[in-house]
């Protein structure tokens, strides 16, 4: 058996149904292009109008079959057009990816009621929305089916000026490993995919420096200390892990969160400072340079 034979075989993506929300730009753009390289059949939405129509003429120029709708997913009717237009079409649905989200830094008692709602809308609710018509969707076909929402390492540390972000992403962590047990008999899996630091514009935009367009992300120094591979993520590292949950080859896998992060989320708060090695305290002399500057 050849090595494509046997992804083939183990994978059995080729003609199965995705739907991806938040499916046109960043980390979405990248699984949406990945899930349909390997022969899924791909029905997106994303708010973003430009990066929608040119994914879609993108996976149209590529052969492949795909639905590409321009809408919030946060509205439950945008979901439902979506949802039907795939059933239309295709008649069945195998996999759901949440990928919508997003935060802005603010301590706590700096925000809003307003801003608190905002938040767990763009978090966790349209998850919520989103999974409710999936079920019925996998249950139809009798396949099972696999829902994977992305969530990211502040809902698995503490994450300070992120404090409700954090939270929601937490409740999708707990939402999806609670469902996961629920729907287990019916085959329908159900994970998270938990990146850190894999930069997008929308990423960079939340904490980078409005003069100098820089990112304390992006200093190779910090990538250095602060992860422990030694470098940033990229798309495809988070990509590859929902292909991996989309596919045959995790079929025994639910209930659980990957952690495409560098290492950070094990190493939880000790850093690789150059010249001492590992601490999670900070080096002397790293105190003394802060002690001068001050």
């Known amino acids: 058996m050849s090595s494509s034979q046997w992804w083939d075989e183990r994978a059995g993506l080729d003609g199965t149904v995705a739907v991806v929300t938040g499916g046109a730009g960043g980390l979405g753009e990248a699984i949406t292009l990945?899930?349909?390289?390997?022969?899924?059949?791909?029905?997106?939405?994303?708010?973003?109008?430009a990066?929608?129509?040119r994914i879609g003429?993108?996976?149209?120029?590529?052969?492949?079959?795909?639905?590409?709708?321009?809408?919030?997913?946060?509205?439950?009717?945008?979901?439902?057009?979506?949802?039907?237009a795939a059933a239309e079409r295709w008649g069945r649905l195998d996999t759901l990816v949440n990928v919508?989200?997003?935060?802005?830094?603010?301590?706590?008692?700096?925000?809003?009621?307003?801003?608190?709602?905002?938040?767990?809308r763009t978090n966790l609710t349209h998850v919520l929305h989103a999974t409710s018509r999936a079920i019925p969707a996998m249950r139809a076909g009798g396949r099972g089916g696999s829902i994977i929402s992305l969530t990211t390492i502040e809902g698995y540390r503490a994450a300070p000026n992120f404090a409700v972000y954090s939270a929601a992403k937490a409740a999708v962590a707990q939402f999806s490993r609670t469902l996961a047990v629920e729907l287990a008999p019916e085959r329908i899996r159900v994970n998270c995919v938990a990146p850190d630091l894999a930069p997008t514009p929308n990423m960079i935009g939340i904490s980078g420096d409005?003069?100098?367009?820089?990112?304390?992300?992006?200093?190779?120094?910090?990538?250095?200390?602060?992860?422990?591979?030694?470098?940033?993520?990229?798309?495809?590292?988070?990509?590859?892990?929902?292909?991996?949950?989309?596919?045959?080859?995790?079929?025994y896998l639910?209930?659980?969160?990957l952690h495409p992060d560098g290492g950070t989320f094990a190493s939880a708060g000790w850093f690789n400072w150059p010249g001492s090695g590992y601490g999670n305290m900070v080096p002397p002399d790293v105190l003394d340079l802060m002690r001068e500057q001050s």
Do not use: C, Y
Request: aromatic letters at 4%; charged letters at 20%; glycine letters at 10%.
């Open 51 to 53: 990066a929608t129509e």
């Open 57 to 84: 003429a993108a996976l149209a120029a590529d052969g492949h079959d795909a639905i590409a709708h321009t809408g919030d997913a946060r509205d439950p009717d945008v979901l439902d057009v979506l949802f039907d």
């Open 34 to 49: 990945d899930l349909a390289a390997n022969g899924v059949r791909v029905a997106l939405v994303d708010r973003d109008e």
């Open 100 to 120: 919508v989200g997003g935060t802005f830094r603010a301590p706590f008692s700096d925000q809003t009621p307003k801003a608190w709602d905002a938040l767990i």
């Open 254 to 257: 639910t209930g659980t969160t």
């Open 210 to 251: 409005g003069d100098t367009g820089q990112h304390p992300m992006l200093d190779p120094l910090n990538v250095g200390v602060s992860i422990p591979m030694g470098r940033l993520g990229v798309p495809a590292d988070i990509s590859n892990a929902v292909v991996f949950l989309a596919s045959g080859l995790s079929s």
